[in-house]
T-cell receptor
Framework: GNSVTQMEGPVTLSEEAFLTINCTYT??????LFWYVQYPGEGLQLLLK?????DKGSNKGFEATYRKETTSFHLEKGSVQVSDSAVYFCALRSGGSYIPTFGRGTSLIVHP | NAGVTQTPKFQVLKTGQSMTLQCAQD?????MYWYRQDPGMGLRLIYY???????DKGEVPNGYNVSRLNKREFSLRLESAAPSQTSVYFCASSAVDRDTQYFGPGTRLTVL
């Protein structure tokens, strides 16, 4: 079956530091890959996505590249801000499946 | 567009009481989902509805029932609440398989 593994948190950084949150997956076929973000007290919202190999998703300074050869979709940002403090979820959806697969989530804490 | 709305936002129940969580989406999406989120457990799928008129069990369906009232609305019912059902409940919708999910703001439920 499908699975998503992401690094455990919390990840604690100082403002303007470089961020990487690792995500690897196992899936049948050619899934779409997603990063969702959950701010405190809110629901999840899409941060970025990629639908085929070598695609790069980007939004709000975050980016992730769909690497089929390493089955990875790592999230990166060059300079984090305090306002980026949130929980980040990696997810995939396979074609023909109505059920998405989520990672456990990684908490990011950014200090001023 | 309001997106996905959920009511109520907060609820406290006593063990054995029943209640229905309401969810509605105005994006004309086919598929709708109910998740629960618990600390350290990530998101767990309770039930989903791939299209109007169909519902299926997810990972943790015991103690819950659902109704897909029409294309817009998908409700979750707890017939006899238990403390183990204390959680944050999220409703989500998506247009088609492999597509982005859109989440509601959540219902924070406490069962005493």
């Amino acid at each position: 079956g499908n699975s998503v593994t992401q690094m455990e948190g919390p990840v604690t950084l100082s403002e303007e530091a470089f961020l990487t949150i690792n995500c690897t997956y196992t899936a049948t076929g050619y899934p779409s890959l997603f990063w969702y973000v959950q701010y405190p007290g809110e629901g999840l919202q899409l941060l970025l996505k990629a639908t085929k190999a070598d695609d790069k998703g980007s939004n709000k300074g975050f980016e992730a590249t769909y690497r089929k050869e390493t089955t990875s979709f790592h999230l990166e940002k060059g300079s984090v801000q305090v306002s980026d403090s949130a929980v980040y979820f990696c997810a995939l959806r396979s074609g023909g499946s109505y059920i998405p697969t989520f990672g456990r989530g990684t908490s990011l804490i950014v200090h001023p | 567009n309001a997106g996905v709305t959920q009511t109520p936002k907060f609820q406290v129940l006593k063990t054995g009481q029943s209640m229905t969580l309401q969810c509605a989406q105005d994006m004309n999406h086919n598929s709708m989902y109910w998740y629960r989120q618990d600390p350290g457990m990530g998101l767990r799928l309770i039930y989903y509805s791939a299209s109007e008129g169909t519902t299926d069990k997810g990972e943790v369906p015991n103690g819950y029932n659902v109704s897909r009232l029409n294309k817009r609305e998908f409700s979750l019912r707890l017939e006899s609440a238990a403390p183990s059902q204390t959680s944050v409940y999220f409703c989500a919708s998506s247009a088609v398989d492999r597509d982005t999910q859109y989440f509601g703001p959540g219902t924070r439920l406490t069962v005493l």
